[in-house]
């Protein structure tokens, strides 16, 4: 985000790279117009951050999307793969009534959920497959109130209304929890409740996921207490 991917010539022709070793403020923010001229834009008060392999997404107070980094599969969600080297405003939230509420950056991939609910999707989870230059619709989740969503390498999953829901391309690791089934949906699959604990919120690593579920009732206390019991003192 500071204007430079810090690559620099070092001794004997090798290509090296400055890491910045302090924390460093960014320093602007921009919009590119239909033209190709670069603006800055102004009054950007950050309200969240989400980093994925090669990318950064901002979301500010104004519910307005930046992305910077590697532009690979459309990531950036700027309909071309081009390196971005300072925060660069994502258009489709930048209209009223269309802003965004939530941002998640997978490894290849980015997500947003709007400010009316809608949840948006660009860049790729199967890298072998057609990429998503700029935000669209995810058309199988239309309706569903997500309050959370993570990203693995390839895989997502998602805490909405009642149901955890999980996708991804294969070979997966167990991560889409599937009580032993190996198929791995590319896509978001049906949409309807699961019948496992209420989930307040997801979080997923490389080839992993964990829940935090809700035990208020006894209904969803019995639930839990039906689970197996993970113990890594075990293994």
């Given amino acids: 985000g500071h204007n430079s991917d810090g690559k620099f010539i070092a001794r004997a022709q090798r290509i090296e790279y400055d890491c910045e070793l302090v924390p460093r403020r960014v320093g602007i923010f921009v919009e590119r117009t239909k033209d190709g001229q670069v603006l800055p834009v102004p009054n950007v008060v950050v309200r969240d951050v989400a980093c994925g392999a090669n990318h950064t997404l901002v979301l500010d107070s104004q519910k307005r999307v930046f992305s910077w980094g590697f532009g690979g599969y459309g990531r950036l969600g700027h309909a071309e793969q081009k390196d971005e080297l300072v925060p660069r405003l994502v258009k489709l939230f930048d209209f009223p009534g269309r802003g965004a509420s939530q941002i998640y950056a997978g490894y290849t991939c980015s997500f947003a959920v709007s400010e009316t609910g ?118």
Avoid at 132 to 152: E, F, H, N
């Fill in 118 to 235: 809608g949840l948006f999707f660009w860049g790729a989870t199967n890298t072998s497959r057609e990429s998503t230059m700029y935000p669209k619709a995810v058309q199988d989740l239309c309706g569903w109130r997500i309050r959370s969503l993570a990203c693995g390498k390839s895989s997502v999953i998602v805490a909405a209304d009642e149901s955890t829901i999980s996708w991804g391309p294969s070979p997966t690791f167990g991560e889409l929890v599937r009580d032993g089934n190996p198929e791995s949906p590319t896509d978001p699959p049906d949409s309807r409740p699961s019948p496992g604990p209420f989930p307040f919120q997801v979080a997923m690593g490389y080839a992993h996921s964990l829940v935090i579920a809700r035990d208020e009732s006894e209904a969803e206390q019995e639930k839990l207490r039906k689970l197996p019991e993970y113990n890594p003192r075990t293994l």
